[in-house]
């Protein structure tokens, strides 16, 4: 899933991303907004993933949310 397809559906998407990664605060999901990399870099600093692993990660996510 693209970029502007994942802007388009965050509204949708951002109850499953609370239930997928649990740690994330309601503050860090509205600053996500839909952007991939931000959702990236916070997965890395909350979970302390490696950039692959966090990139790894999102995009499984976004797969099983088509």
């Given at each position: 899933?693209?970029?502007?397809i ?31 990399e ?6 890395q600093?909350?979970?302390?993933y ?16 088509k």
């Amino acid at each position: 899933m693209n970029e502007d397809i994942f802007k388009g559906k965050w509204k949708e998407l951002k109850g499953s991303v609370k239930e997928k990664w649990g740690d994330l605060t309601d503050d860090e999901i509205t600053e996500v907004e839909g952007k991939t990399e931000k959702l990236v870099g916070i997965l890395q600093e909350k979970y302390g993933y490696s950039k692959d692993k966090a990139q790894e990660e999102y995009n499984k996510f976004m797969e099983d949310n088509k």
